[in-house]
């Protein structure tokens, strides 16, 4: 009688939060996600964690972003990473190098629509990530590479952050000295931009 008591002494004091099961965001990315040039504890991940923490503790983002990925070889590493962490929702999150390496749209289109089917088939939910080219690539690729995004969004039916980067990538001094990675004084804003995204979905995974 007395363990029941405390129990539900427990409960009422931390309520249901407190025992919910662990769930687990996988973000599969880049060096944007992959705090290129800094300390993983300024990475927009870990910032995502301490946000997550605060406002639903019983999930947590797990980073397997390697600087320099192409969606070929986010495509070969995600079955295993499903299979090892078994997340509920996923954050595809590249193409950035496969554009700057000039490779053809249609390939990546499919590479990113064949990481959204295995990671449903998986059972989790996908948010897919998109990024902007800088304009010297010609018109013609940009205007192609922009769609890759949207295109398969359509075609999966899967929630989609058009640029990651969004909203910030006209400020230079937001960037490092390439141009292309952004600073750690960026990297709240790029949180801010997955946030606006993901927030509805985890409230529609689950309640808190």
Do not use: C
Not at 52 to 69: F, Q, R, Y
Not at 99 to 122: D, F, H, K, S, Y
Not at 175 to 182: G, N
């Amino acid at each position: 009688m007395r363990r029941l008591l405390a129990a539900l002494l427990l409960v009422t004091l931390m309520g249901p939060a407190a025992f919910a099961e662990q769930r687990q965001i996988l973000v599969l990315g880049d060096s944007l996600s992959a705090a290129y040039n800094m300390s993983t504890e300024n990475g927009w991940v870990h910032l995502l964690n301490e946000r997550l923490s605060e406002t639903a503790p019983h999930w947590k983002a797990l980073n397997v972003s390697i600087s320099g990925e192409i969606t070929r070889g986010g495509l070969s590493r995600l079955p295993r990473a499903m299979d090892e962490h078994e997340p509920d929702l996923v954050i595809i999150a590249l193409g950035g190098n496969d554009g700057l390496q000039g490779l053809p749209p249609a390939e990546i289109e499919r590479n990113l629509q064949a990481m959204v089917e295995t990671a449903r088939e998986a059972g989790a939910e996908v948010l897919l990530a998109g990024v902007r080219m800088p304009p010297n690539y010609g018109a013609a690729y940009l205007e192609r590479f922009e769609q890759v995004f949207a295109s398969v969004a359509d075609n999966t039916d899967v929630a989609l952050l058009p640029g990651i980067l969004d909203g910030f990538d006209h400020r230079p001094e937001l960037f490092m000295d390439d141009r292309i990675h952004p600073t750690e004084e960026a990297q709240p804003l790029i949180l801010d931009n997955v946030w606006r995204k993901l927030e509805a979905m985890l409230e529609n995974r689950e309640t808190f």
